[in-house]
């Protein structure tokens, strides 16, 4: 859809220029009233929060931080699309090593596009500092998400079952991956395979679920969003934050898109591994 995909691009263009001017009433306009953001440091639930969060970053980048986009890809349907981005964010002496991801999930709201979710975060190795509303007759809204909350319950016992080939079926071949770890992004399911062996490749059991999973679909595209829980052997658990894209190709859903992040302590930059819902 060439006409959404450049209202969105002017949309989020528009955003991060305003939160390189501090200017907090244009960075929250285009944002739904129940936004829910991954923020680096903290998890943000409604636009009140939203506009809260961001005065301390405008503080901080004011002594002179870089807030600029790098990469901006955009894809749109009629009524829900996804962007995802890099973005040159810090201080002019660290802005060379520094990429932020930016994962975005926006939906129409009277006739006009809304961000609904934002994820933002860093390699784990970087020096850097919804409910849906939707109509009860449309059954194929419905049928869409049910569709991808099975795509997830397979990767849940595929999981478990520490079955490589299982959890790469439904993983489109072009995927992009903002995954924990270094690089910035991983391209292509073999790049993730490598990742979920190394996950996999241990004697304790295995477990991923996500009990809070938001599903929102429209036509051939679906933006997922929770935290995962992943469970290793008896006593270990990690939580971390987890946005999927799903397109719809040749009659099956597929990951396009994955941005995995866990927050860390801006003024310790120690990684909180350690925190719990």
Known sequence: MPINDEQIRALIESWAEAVHL?????VAAEHAEDIV????PENIHGIEAYRKAWPPFFT????????EIESLDVTAGEDVAFAHAL????????????RMRLTLGLRKEGGRWV???EHHSFP???ESPLTDERSSADEGERDGEREVRRVHERWFAQTAAKNLDGMMADIADDIVSYEQEAPLQHLGVEAVRAVCARGLGQDD???????????MARGDLAVAWGLDRIRVGQDGEHWSRGTRVF???SGAWVMIHQHLSVPYDLDTGVVRSDLRP
Do not use: K
Request: aromatic share 6%; hydrophobic share 45%; net charge negative.
């Open 22 to 26: 501090g200017d907090l009433e244009t």
């Open 37 to 40: 953001m991954y923020d680096v």
């Open 60 to 67: 901080w980048q004011a002594d002179g931080a870089v807030f």
């Open 87 to 98: 973005l040159r964010c810090g201080m002019p002496e660290d802005v060379a090593r520094n």
């Open 115 to 117: 961000v609904a979710h």
């Open 124 to 126: 784990l190795n970087d």
């Open 205 to 215: 059991a295995v477990s991923l679920d996500i009990p809070d999973l938001t599903v």
């Open 247 to 249: 397109q719809r190709r």
